[in-house]
């Protein structure tokens, strides 16, 4: 059956007889919208649909992906940001960073409200890496795309979380089925790297196919007039010189959950995405 965030059809039917749901649809953009309702409403009613149509369904647990966006964004601290921590929706952020804040928000306040025996949680992951499944991947693996192809000819002073898709789906199998998991929140990192750590990674490991891989490192003052003209670089111009440091533990410690080597997934990703280049050549 299927449902769509925007509309009320459709999701009675999707969550009956069944125990547990993951709820892990939100639109991302490649670029950002003329108004932030076009990210923030339908993330907001999606994610009240679900838990609605669940609660009233009989299900068990939702396990939502929410995003480190909702937790470590509008701070004037370099943190380490913990599950305690919300990011500040008034502070200058973008569209997509303000639509997970407001939708796990909103989540949390509908079950204080009218949750019934229906349980959350939340796992909030930061950047998603790793394998690609097919040619229409996400942004955070475009950004290795642009390395190993050397549409971003310069690195930025840029610096974020890294964790493996594979991870973040063993974590949300916890989360679902853990009594322990129930009513938190967990980030979902397996550490921070820089794109500087990532491009060196790429040169160490995948010799000849890295050769196009940057080198020279761009400082911040020149980054933001050069992004006017560089497409790859507009959307890492707002966060260079920012560190936004992830709390890690409490998956672990909580779940039993252990991310791979981030140097780990960014290889694995690279080669998967240098076997889509072969495959799309044949």
């Given at each position: 059956?299927?449902?769509?965030?925007?509309?009320?059809?459709?999701?009675?039917?999707?969550?009956?007889?069944i125990?547990?749901?993951?709820?892990?649809?939100?639109?991302?953009?490649?670029?950002?919208?003329?108004?932030?309702?076009?990210?923030?409403?339908?993330?907001?009613?999606?994610?009240l649909?679900?838990?609605?149509?669940?609660?009233?369904?009989?299900?068990?647990?939702?396990?939502?992906t929410?995003?480190?966006?909702?937790?470590?964004?509008?701070?004037?601290?370099?943190?380490?940001?913990d599950?305690?921590?919300w990011?500040?929706?008034?502070?200058?952020i973008?569209?997509?960073?303000k639509?997970?804040?407001?939708?796990?928000?909103?989540?949390?306040?509908?079950?204080?409200r009218?949750?019934?025996?229906?349980?959350?949680?939340?796992?909030?992951?930061?950047?998603?890496f790793?394998?690609?499944?097919?040619?229409?991947y996400?942004?955070?693996?475009?950004?290795?795309?642009?390395?190993?192809?050397?549409?971003?000819?310069?690195?930025?002073?840029?610096?974020?979380?890294?964790?493996?898709?594979?991870?973040?789906?063993?974590?949300?199998?916890?989360?679902?089925?853990?009594p322990?998991?129930?009513?938190?929140?967990?980030?979902?990192?397996?550490?921070?790297?820089?794109?500087?750590?990532?491009?060196?990674?790429?040169?160490?490991?995948?010799?000849?196919?890295?050769?196009?891989?940057?080198?020279?490192?761009?400082?911040?003052?020149?980054?933001?007039?050069?992004?006017?003209f560089?497409?790859?670089?507009?959307?890492?111009?707002?966060?260079?010189?920012?560190?936004?440091?992830p709390?890690?533990?409490?998956?672990?410690?909580?779940?039993?959950?252990?991310?791979?080597?981030?140097?780990?997934?960014?290889?694995?990703?690279?080669?998967?995405?240098?076997?889509?280049?072969?495959?799309?050549?044949?």
């Amino acid at each position: 059956m299927a449902a769509d965030l925007t509309a009320d059809a459709g999701w009675a039917v999707s969550t009956r007889g069944i125990d547990y749901v993951l709820h892990v649809a939100s639109p991302f953009p490649s670029t950002q919208p003329e108004d932030d309702d076009e990210l923030i409403v339908p993330a907001r009613d999606g994610a009240l649909r679900v838990l609605s149509a669940a609660r009233d369904a009989g299900v068990k647990r939702v396990v939502m992906t929410s995003s480190f966006a909702a937790i470590g964004y509008g701070h004037t601290t370099e943190g380490p940001f913990d599950e305690t921590v919300w990011t500040d929706t008034n502070a200058p952020i973008r569209a997509y960073i303000k639509s997970k804040t407001i939708a796990e928000r909103a989540a949390w306040e509908f079950m204080d409200r009218e949750g019934g025996l229906l349980e959350l949680t939340v796992i909030n992951p930061t950047g998603i890496f790793g394998p690609a499944l097919g040619p229409d991947y996400s942004g955070s693996l475009g950004l290795i795309n642009a390395l190993l192809t050397r549409q971003m000819p310069f690195l930025p002073d840029v610096s974020f979380g890294v964790v493996d898709v594979r991870d973040a789906a063993d974590l949300h199998l916890r989360a679902m089925t853990s009594p322990d998991a129930a009513g938190e929140r967990f980030i979902a990192p397996g550490g921070v790297a820089s794109l500087a750590d990532m491009a060196g990674s790429l040169r160490a490991d995948l010799g000849a196919a890295a050769s196009k891989v940057p080198t020279r490192r761009i400082p911040t003052w020149m980054l933001r007039p050069l992004a006017t003209f560089v497409p790859s670089l507009r959307e890492l111009s707002s966060d260079a010189g920012i560190r936004r440091m992830p709390a890690l533990g409490k998956a672990a410690r909580v779940l039993g959950w252990e991310a791979r080597p981030i140097r780990q997934t960014v290889i694995d990703t690279a080669r998967s995405l240098l076997a889509l280049q072969e495959a799309n050549a044949d």
